[in-house]
C-alpha cells in the first residue's frame, strides 16, 4: 500500500522551531518530487517548500524563505521540513505530497500522486 505518512506536529511557543517528517511506504522518493503544504481554517491550501529528490534542489514560498528548511533522507525514504522562527500564522494543517511527473512553481507542488493525512502545526503567540 501507497502511503505517506506526516510527524512532528505540536504545539509550539511564537519564536520556536518544529521539524516535520513525511516518510513514504509502497514507493521510494527516488526521482520524484515531493512537497510540504499547508492549510489553515477558513484559507485556502497553500505550498510551503518544495524538493526535486535526483538534485535535491529545493524550493520555497515567500512565507517560508529564510525560516524553513526541506530536506530528504534518502536511505530513510524521508523528507523534512524544519521550521524556525515560527509565527502564529504558521498554524495550519501540513501535509506532504510525492510525485513522480510533479512540477514546481514558487515552493508548490503541482500534480502529485499521493498526499498524506497531515500534521497540525500550531503556534501560540
Known amino acids: 500500500e501507497v502511503q505517506l505518512v506526516e510527524f512532528g506536529g505540536g504545539l509550539v511557543q511564537a519564536g520556536g522551531s518544529l521539524r516535520l517528517s513525511c516518510t513514504a511506504s509502497?514507493?521510494?522518493?527516488?526521482?520524484?518530487?515531493i512537497g510540504w503544504f499547508r492549510q489553515a481554517p477558513g484559507k485556502e491550501r497553500e505550498g510551503v517548500a518544495s524538493?526535486?529528490?535526483?538534485?535535491?534542489?529545493?524550493y520555497y514560498a515567500d512565507s517560508a524563505k529564510g525560516r524553513f528548511t526541506i530536506s530528504s533522507d534518502n536511505a530513510k525514504n524521508t523528507v523534512y521540513l524544519q521550521m524556525h522562527n515560527l509565527r502564529p500564522e504558521d498554524t495550519a494543517v501540513y501535509y506532504c505530497a510525492a510525485g513522480v511527473n510533479a512540477y514546481i512553481i514558487s515552493g508548490t507542488l503541482y500534480d502529485y500522486d499521493y498526499r498524506g493525512q497531515g500534521t497540525q502545526v500550531t503556534v501560540s503567540s
Open positions: 524538493i526535486t529528490d535526483y538534485d535535491k534542489r529545493t
Open positions: 509502497g514507493f521510494a522518493f527516488d526521482g520524484y518530487a
